[in-house]
């Protein structure tokens, strides 16, 4: 990779756009790995064309845009369906995020994938920064952006990485568990200190 990466992940609610956010309010260029995999399957795509020829018309919502949750919902019960589905888009995805972190200019570039880690995308990265909060507070933050139940934030918590695994990737831990200005202090000390890394630890 051309550009010094840093992966930025952490599960639901954990608070990743919001430090992104704040890395890009530094002029700090983020790539993001949802808006990509939404990119690969836009009206026009030849990866829709492939998807409706395999799954019929249905699985277009009447603008043209891919039903996603229909598709979530078929591949989820089919696994020969599933993998097809992930061959096809892994790799479009993978393109996609390569292009944009080469084509930023900013002092280093940030990836921020919620399964960073399980699609190995660690091994692209400098550095992997985790966003860690206390699980209740993943809960009730998630419930108030959402309008989610309890109950369905916590069923997407067991889905997701266990916590301990996704620590034991990190060079770096922002724990979320305070106020924003308390999370955005811990961005601004990271933000210098690969400002720093980069310059002196460039490969
Ligand atoms: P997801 O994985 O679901 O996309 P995320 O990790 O990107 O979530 P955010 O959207 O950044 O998480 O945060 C979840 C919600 O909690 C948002 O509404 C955000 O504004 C709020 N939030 C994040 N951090 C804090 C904080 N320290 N104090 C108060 N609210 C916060």
Redesign the pocket.
Same mark, same amino acid.
């Given at each position: 990779m051309k550009n010094w990466l840093v992966g930025l992940t @952490? @599960?639901? @609610?954990? @608070?990743? +756009? =919001? =430090?992104? #956010?704040r890395f890009i309010a530094h002029g700090i260029t983020t790539v993001d790995a #949802?808006l990509a995999s939404r990119a690969v399957v836009a009206p026009g795509e030849e990866a829709l064309s492939l998807i409706a020829e395999q799954f019929g018309d249905d699985i277009l919502l009447a603008d043209g845009n891919l039903d996603r949750a229909k598709l979530r919902h078929i591949v989820f019960a089919d696994e020969s369906k599933r993998r097809w589905l992930q061959s096809l888009l892994h790799p479009l995805i993978s393109n996609y995020l390569r292009q944009h972190i080469e084509q930023a200019t900013s002092e280093y570039v940030i990836l921020?994938n919620?399964l960073l880690i399980e699609s190995r995308q660690t091994s692209w990265c400098n550095r992997v920064l985790v966003?860690d =909060?206390p699980e209740s507070?993943q809960v009730t933050? +998630?419930m =108030?952006? !959402?309008n989610n139940t309890a109950a369905q934030v916590e069923n997407i918590m067991q889905a997701q990485l266990p916590r301990d695994v996704r620590l034991q990737a990190a060079d770096d831990v922002i724990t979320? !568990?305070? #106020? &924003?200005a308390? &999370?955005h202090a811990q961005v601004d000390e990271l933000h210098r200190r690969y400002k720093e890394l980069c310059r002196t630890q460039p490969e």
């Amino acid at each position: 990779m051309k550009n010094w990466l840093v992966g930025l992940t @952490g @599960g639901i @609610g954990s @608070g990743k +756009t =919001a =430090a992104a #956010d704040r890395f890009i309010a530094h002029g700090i260029t983020t790539v993001d790995a #949802d808006l990509a995999s939404r990119a690969v399957v836009a009206p026009g795509e030849e990866a829709l064309s492939l998807i409706a020829e395999q799954f019929g018309d249905d699985i277009l919502l009447a603008d043209g845009n891919l039903d996603r949750a229909k598709l979530r919902h078929i591949v989820f019960a089919d696994e020969s369906k599933r993998r097809w589905l992930q061959s096809l888009l892994h790799p479009l995805i993978s393109n996609y995020l390569r292009q944009h972190i080469e084509q930023a200019t900013s002092e280093y570039v940030i990836l921020v994938n919620p399964l960073l880690i399980e699609s190995r995308q660690t091994s692209w990265c400098n550095r992997v920064l985790v966003i860690d =909060a206390p699980e209740s507070q993943q809960v009730t933050r +998630t419930m =108030a952006r !959402d309008n989610n139940t309890a109950a369905q934030v916590e069923n997407i918590m067991q889905a997701q990485l266990p916590r301990d695994v996704r620590l034991q990737a990190a060079d770096d831990v922002i724990t979320n !568990d305070k #106020d &924003l200005a308390h &999370l955005h202090a811990q961005v601004d000390e990271l933000h210098r200190r690969y400002k720093e890394l980069c310059r002196t630890q460039p490969e």
